[in-house]
């Protein structure tokens, strides 16, 4: 940032720099050093429903998703489907609570399916798509070829399926008289001569096409059962890359026009298909000119996870109840057995309702920091209540094992640094967190603020254009108004490559038919948007701005030779100066930006490209927010200690000379 303060006379350094060599405290709370053998089930992210004995127990049920869902599959038309949703929100999860988690074709009435369902039990074949069975890495390539003997096996299971249930026999010539009804030309063959026998034409059909022969068969089989549904199932195809998951999408497409091909024959059964995919994917593949013949135009969106608070409960509970049984979760192991049960429960019992003062207070924030993949989060949780010494009340007394809610100061910035933090006594690029920098370290000062001038830029286009993915060029042509050409053509990359490793954007390449090269889309992802909002209503995270961004060279930071302690623990009067002065150089670098917009750009233009916000001002509300509940101030200006209020001064001096 720049140095806008005349009266300062410390030096910026890159924190990477100032703490060679040093180690971070580490933490230890109380609530790891009572439960430890239990966080890692009754938090674990990695859950899979393959594995897990205990998924229907435990899952959480998200009734607005299961109810459109319900009536989309119950409805007696058919229909393509798309459940949309951040990366681990929960799609896979819902969709295997309700079809089942078995990579296995299988026969299923609706009433089995969505229990409560009204009126006969309709029923259903049920053929699953799961890919991340298939060892696909993540954004690799299918060839065709490997989609093709995907849809082949799953379609040769769902058939002898049925022919196993309904004990469904068929000849060459059954088959030849089927299909010669509705598609003809499947088993004509000019080279077999002018009257091939039946049986050489499917012989040949069944050399020539493996997948048409297949499906040919999975239809017979349909037409002489009493089955009344299919429905094709297509999961976790965000392992591809985007020209794979179009082809699959497009292939199961086929193969569901296929099954809806009958002819002069009375079709049977609805065929039904649905897939999962995230939001930005599915306006991608739905406007593709490969697939937008197929009406698609449907989706069911999760617009948020599963409380995270309640999916804890839910763990907790189904421990508790097994443990009272005398046995322990599959997922426990030996850690399950436990001496002293009732000891176990006191302590249980304060445990659940701290997780539930940590989890449901916070977790809208912690959803939407983790851009709603609740694995993640639940990784995250799991290091805040470990090292829950960042929001322990003094009083809590070292070495005892009495575990009391009382003792524990649910502050919401005590609860955010544990969150961010864990173990850490400072936030730097080594730490492993879920918080990006959105100031984005760098010793190049031109390009400071470029990473909240891109979100600036993906929010007015997400929020007036209702634009979901974003061409690159769209974002590098509109940072050329507050930047120089020569900047943004030497640092933009950069930038990019950090937003994308933090999760701040996705980028997916797209290749449109008869297009030599791929276009490049930015997908604004909701991690930063949700950051930027929570910085207008508290200043903690300015603290972890500020270690990540410089430090000052003796200064109150340096408690100790060779040890630094970061922002976070400081005295409050500490912290808060250092926060107000990293405010100020926030707005000196704004308002170095506005000066060259007004000398050579057209500030009208950038008011439509960017919006009207500006970004040291909300950092100002932030703070003084902060202020008002640490002192109990019904003013944020009254009754500060001296050294706070001139530093806040000297920031609200700052912020006022930013202007346009």
């Not at 026969?107 to 890919?131: A, M, N």
């Not at 593949?285 to 309640?310: M, R, T």
Request: with cysteine; charged share 30%.
């Amino acid at each position: 940032m720049h140095r806008m303060n005349p009266l300062s006379d410390k030096r910026r350094y890159r924190l990477s720099d100032r703490l060679s060599g040093t180690l971070p405290a580490k933490f230890e709370g109380l609530l790891d050093r009572r439960f430890y053998p239990y966080f890692d089930y009754l938090l674990d992210s990695q859950h899979s429903p393959e594995e897990q004995s205990d998924f229907y127990e435990v899952y959480v049920n998200n009734p607005e998703i299961e109810e459109k869902l319900r009536r989309r599959v119950s409805s007696p038309t058919t229909h393509i489907t798309a459940l949309t949703g951040a990366r681990g929100i929960g799609k896979s999860t819902t969709l295997r609570y309700f079809f089942g988690v078995s990579t296995q074709p299988k026969l299923k009435s609706l009433k089995e399916i969505f229990p409560g369902q009204t009126g006969r039990g309709v029923k259903t074949v049920i053929v699953p798509f799961y890919l991340d069975t298939y060892g696909v890495p993540e954004g690799g390539k299918l060839s065709d070829a490997k989609i093709r003997s995907i849809l082949t096996s799953q379609i040769q299971a769902a058939a002898e399926l049925i022919y196993r249930t309904y004990n469904v026999e068929v000849s060459d010539e059954e088959l030849f008289d089927f299909i010669n009804t509705h598609k003809s030309q499947l088993v004509t063959f000019p080279e077999l001569g002018l009257k091939p026998t039946p049986r050489a034409r499917i012989e040949r059909f069944r050399s020539a096409d493996v997948y048409a022969y297949t499906t040919e068969l999975l239809k017979f089989g349909l037409h002489n059962s009493d089955i009344e549904r299919v429905i094709l199932i297509v999961d976790d195809i965000e392992s591809c890359s985007f020209e794979s998951q179009k082809n699959i999408v497009k292939g199961i497409m086929r193969l569901r026009d296929c099954l809806k091909n009958f002819g002069d024959l009375p079709r049977t059964y609805v065929p039904d298909y649905i897939f999962t995919c995230r939001p930005a994917t599915f306006n991608l593949l739905k406007s593709h000119p490969e697939v937008d013949g197929y009406s698609i135009g449907h989706s069911i969106n999760f617009n948020k996870p599963a409380s995270i608070a309640e999916v804890v409960s839910r763990r907790f509970d189904y421990a508790k109840k097994v443990l009272g049984e005398g046995r322990a979760p599959n997922a426990m192991g030996t850690l399950g057995n436990v001496k002293n049960l009732e000891t176990w429960r006191e302590a249980y019992r304060a445990f659940e309702a701290i997780i539930n003062s940590v989890a449901s207070v916070n977790e809208a924030f912690i959803a939407n920091l983790c851009n709603h993949d609740l694995r993640r989060a639940l990784i995250d949780l799991q290091g805040a209540l470990r090292n829950s010494r960042w929001y322990e009340r003094e009083t809590h007394s070292q070495g005892a094992f009495k575990i009391t809610e009382d003792k524990y100061n649910f502050s919401t910035a005590g609860i955010i640094r544990a969150f961010v933090l864990r173990e850490n006594e400072y936030y730097s690029e080594e730490v492993d967190t879920v918080l990006p920098n959105l100031f984005f370290n760098h010793e190049r000062d031109e390009i400071d603020l470029m990473v909240l001038h891109i979100l600036k830029f993906c929010f007015e286009q997400t929020r007036s254009k209702r634009i979901t993915a974003i061409p690159l060029s769209r974002i590098s042509d509109a940072l050329k108004i507050p930047y120089r050409v020569e900047v943004v053509k030497n640092h933009f990359d950069e930038v990019l490559d950090y937003m994308i490793s933090t999760e701040i954007v996705r980028q997916e390449m797209v290749k449109m038919p008869g297009d030599r090269t791929r276009m490049r889309y930015i997908i604004p992802m909701n991690k930063g948007f949700a950051l930027w909002r929570a910085c207008r209503s508290t200043s903690v995270f300015l603290e972890f701005f500020r270690d990540n961004t410089f430090m000052f060279h003796n200064s109150v930071g340096t408690f100790q030779k060779g040890r630094t302690i970061g922002t976070s623990r400081l005295d409050s009067e500490h912290k808060f100066i250092f926060t107000a002065e990293f405010i100020s150089e926030v707005a000196g670098s704004e308002s170095k930006i506005y000066r060259f917009i007004n000398k050579y750009r057209d500030m009208q233009k950038y008011r439509e490209v960017f919006g009207t916000r500006f970004i040291s001002r909300p950092l100002l509300w932030g703070f003084r927010d902060s202020l008002r509940r640490h002192y109990g101030l019904a003013r944020y200006n009254s009754d500060l200690p001296t050294d706070v209020k001139i530093a806040l001064s000297r920031a609200e001096r700052d912020v006022s000379r930013v202007k346009r």
